[in-house]
């Protein structure tokens, strides 16, 4: 039986056609490096905790903050991205904190006692980097009024638009993507501020996969990376290339990114 593989971080209909060639430049990469049950296709519209959790998992894309909490027993990191993205560096990368076009706004400290909309109480780049932000900005524990969950960046934005939420922390390679992508989900959208630069997204297979199949998985992932065939493939996802054995980095987002936990209080479940 073939096992899962998955992109699930950025995995917009709109270059889905993209992402599917470049799983395939990737699958043959795997394929040619001896690694065995390599999947035809990716999986699309699955919950990512299916994905991340199974025990047929090959190859996924998480957020760094699930392989420093709460699947750092489950998860292995094979490599980091790095993307061609406004807001990113080399392997790292941060969110816009944004607010409504017509908002008074200019400064995260401006928002206390409003409301904040987060993709999740998982991600970094949605909330683990937006609480650390306004945490030198907060009285006793206390800086948003209520904090809402909208369960995807995309959906963040629609709140703002709409008003239902003051700020949202945007991920860059999101805002990226959407721009270029499907830009009318930016109309009314300003950006008033930028949270700090944390690892970006890693590559990640099952903490089950053996020694030996890591380190084939890593030298097919950067054949691909190198494939000039792939070329257009990862232009079009905003992808340049893999960073390898730099796994700790991610060691960063627990001992940089940190808030008193009485923010989380303000979170409506």
């Known amino acids: 039986m073939n096992k899962q593989a998955s992109l699930p971080m950025y ?18 990469h795997l394929k040619q490096a001896g690694v065995d049950d ?5 999986l699309h519209d699955v919950p990512v905790k299916e994905l991340w959790q199974h025990p047929d998992l090959l190859l996924s894309q998480c957020c760094g903050f699930d392989v420093a909490y709460g699947l750092k027993d489950s998860l292995r990191v094979l490599l980091i991205t790095d993307w061609d993205a406004e807001g990113c560096s ?6 816009w904190i944004v607010v409504h076009e017509d908002s008074t706004h200019q400064d ?5 006692g409003h ?17 650390a932000k306004v945490q030198p900005h907060s009285v006793d524990g206390q800086f948003f009024k209520q904090v809402d969950i909208s369960g995807a960046h995309a959906s963040s934005l629609e709140a703002i638009i709409e008003r239902r939420a003051d700020v949202a922390a945007i991920d860059c390679v999101t805002y990226a993507l959407l721009k270029q992508y499907r830009p009318q989900a930016l109309d009314g959208i300003r950006i008033i ?4 630069e944390a690892p970006a997204h890693p590559y990640v297979t099952s903490a089950t996969a053996s020694p030996d199949t890591i380190i084939r998985m890593q030298a097919a992932l950067e054949a691909a990376f190198n494939d000039a065939d792939l070329e257009s493939a990862r232009a079009a996802m ?4 893999g960073l390898f054995n730099r796994s ?16 989380l209080d303000a979170i409506k479940q």
């Open 238 to 241: 905003l992808l340049k290339k």
């Open 108 to 112: 995260i400290a401006d928002l206390y």
């Open 38 to 42: 390599v999947p035809e296709q990716l």
């Open 90 to 95: 080399t392997g790292h990368y941060s969110s």
């Open 193 to 196: 501020g930028q949270t700090d």
């Open 248 to 263: 700790n980095d991610y060691q960063r987002i627990v001992d940089n990114f940190v808030y008193d936990s009485r923010l």
């Open 11 to 28: 995995d917009f209909p709109e270059f889905r056609k993209a992402s599917d060639a470049w799983w395939q430049g990737i699958a043959r």
């Open 115 to 131: 409301t904040a909309i987060i993709n999740g109480p998982e991600s970094h780049s949605g909330m683990n980097s937006l609480f």
